[in-house]
């Protein structure tokens, strides 16, 4: 064994001693203290000798571990081993290197010895999974293996043998089959009609020019290559280790193209859907297109990556832009006017703990239907939602059998019936999962961005995540059915829906949705009557008051949490976050309360904060300006997550300023 390598086996304290007397030896000899010098250097000779004495003791308690090690082993056994193809090496349970044959030494070690020294020398190994029968793999000297542990026991103790398997070529070509693997891009320019639908056909060409020089510059970096397919949809083929490439660098692409510049001096933006692990080209074609869709329902201007484990979004952050017409609208109320002749009845419902936009389109659709000749009827957890005020103005006038528990609404399902979901597309979200598992024909009329889990088998699925409201779907909706106008409760029912989820007329409006009210004004919808329809007693206005009163204020963001509960929470909290936001230089709000074992978020925004990517960050969801998510922690520890997801987003979204 060499000197450097017993000097390992030498305790540190001994090599510190050692080093001391020699360093007060020369300070000494330096400063003419004869009688101290032999003092010292009588001390250092003894510790040289010590460490000398512990080098050869050490050497001889190896050197009889292994002659036991090797005598407990019969003649096959040692012969087996040492003559194995196989580099095998043995270690002890404190995973010191005991024994290994000469295949190890030449073609592992290169011709070193190791004896004594820690296995992490070679490399670290995980005692825990050291038997694993799938191996587990190793890298030394730039050579890979695969190493699989069998336990021994040698005189009462562990020890394990360690068989090596050099597999560094097939894991390179491994490696390279994982790079090489193509991603399937679907790449639109989302608000190509909004763009270009008054520029000259020489300004379109010119700005999609542009367009396409950034596409061909970001294809070529990644040494892929894209084709257009038709005039504001490309596809685009980019290997696997180019891919996560621009994974990490969260798709630039779509910030170098809302800089492209146009007549109508709108940004340009971008939807991405990318299909990734795909193990063919036409699934990854297929995963691909999914993604796009994903990505448009989200509201666009964003990349969608589809995976075997699901969905990750990029992006995503801004304004959705307005796309939608009457054309769609027309058709789809054509289409639903056919499927609900053809049904027995019809069921609708909402989402849990139903608001004034969930029960007010079910109201506009499911009175129209009626009047159409069909029976409907809102299936609506009577104890368990925000709009008591509502259901009780209506049954009071006229409407008492128009709302049923969802346990009597299964009670009336056949073949035929026709179950119409509005303000939600998540499965685990609906009033009742049991009616959406037993109705065959499903409609569903939503306009939150679309999530993972959204119902798939729908007949219709009429999706506007840039409507204000699905009350402003619905009543868009039923002016093309044959079915007349709407009273004057029904349009108040309608007009609430609406005036909820724009904060009154302030957020995400746009023509249609004035043109809504108008016609449910028209209807004879009265605005002090819709009004009344959101008042609160005064336990709750003092609830929100001192909810207000606790807020700080973290990174632009306000954060009010209260240990308060009861049932008028889950109207509490968010009228407590909308008061938060007319506080200057606050861009979001969110309120935190008890609910049972859970602490419930409700958040807001005026646009310029996306809410609901910082609650999908904790497992919640909802629309660019009011979002929500659920944690199974303490007060304390859902405020701390909150700020982490808060911090996330912004770098992200490279909003660090705030």
Known sequence: MKNKQKLWLVHPMIIALVVLCLVFCLLTLFTGKIIVFYIESALLAGAVFFAMFSIRRSSQDIHKFITRMANSLDLNQRRSMDNSPFPIILISDSQEIIWYNRFFRNDVLGGEDVY??????????????????????????????????????????????????????????????????????????????????????????????KAEDVFDRFVRENRGFFRRQDHHRYIAIIEERYMSKIIEK?????????????????????????????????????????????????????????????????????????????????????????????????????????????????????????????????????????????????EINGYANLFVEPSQALSIITKKTLLIITDTHIVHMLESKKLYEQCRDVVVIDHHRRMVGYIENAVIFFHEPFAS?????????????????????????????????????????????????????????????????????????????????????????????????????????????DELLTISDILASFVLYKNGDWVSI???????????????????GGHLTMAGAALECSLEESEKKLEAAIDEYLEENKKDAL
């Open 469 to 577: 409201s699905a009350s402003e779907m619905v009543t868009e909706l039923i002016q093309y059915f044959d079915s007349g106008s709407p009273s004057r409760l029904e349009a108040e029912a309608l007009l609430g829906g609406i005036v909820l989820d724009t904060k009154n007329f302030v957020l995400k409006t746009g023509p249609s949705t004035f043109e809504a009210a108008a016609y449910l004004r028209r209807s004879g919808a009265d605005t002090v009557e819709v009004k009344r329809l959101f008042s609160s007693n005064l336990d709750s206005y003092r609830k929100k008051a001192e909810i207000v009163s606790r807020a700080r204020t973290y990174r632009n963001c306000a954060i009010a949490s209260t240990a308060m509960e009861g049932e008028d929470m889950r109207i509490v909290a968010p009228q407590s976050a």
């Open 250 to 394: 969260r798709f630039e692409i779509l910030d170098e193209v809302r800089r492209v510049s146009t007549v109508s001096n709108m940004s340009m933006t971008l939807s991405i859907g990318v299909g990734r692990g795909a193990k063919s080209y036409p699934e990854g074609d297929h995963m691909a297109r999914q993604a796009l869709e994903m990505a448009l329902g989200r509201g666009g201007d964003q990349a969608a990556v589809k995976t075997a484990d699901g969905y990750d979004f990029y992006g995503g952050a801004s304004h959705e832009v307005d796309k939608k017409n009457k054309v769609k609208t027309r058709i789809v109320a054509t289409a639903m006017s056919e499927i609900i002749a053809n049904s027995d009845n019809c069921i609708l419902m909402g989402h849990r703990l139903a608001d004034l936009d969930a029960v007010g389109s079910c109201v506009g659709m499911a009175t129209a239907i009626r009047r159409m000749g069909k029976s409907a009827v809102i299936a609506i957890d009577k104890k368990n939602n925000l709009v008591n005020n509502l259901i009780s103005k209506m």
């Open 116 to 209: 004594g020294q820690l296995v992490s020398r070679i490399s670290p190994i995980d005692m825990d999974k050291i038997c694993s029968r799938r191996g587990f793999d190793l890298r030394y000297k730039n050579r890979q293996y695969t190493a699989y542990g069998v336990e021994h026991d040698i005189e009462g103790r562990r020890a394990y043998a360690i068989f090596f398997i050099d597999d560094t070529e097939l894991k390179k070509i491994r490696t390279e089959f994982s790079e090489t693997r193509p991603s399937v891009l679907s790449i639109q320019i989302d608000n190509y009609e909004e763009l270009f639908k008054n520029s000259k056909e020489s300004e379109r060409i010119a700005a999609i020019g």
């Open 602 to 620: 409700s958040s807001r925004s005026m646009g310029e904060i996306n809410v609901q990517l910082i609650m999908e960050k904790l497992g919640g």
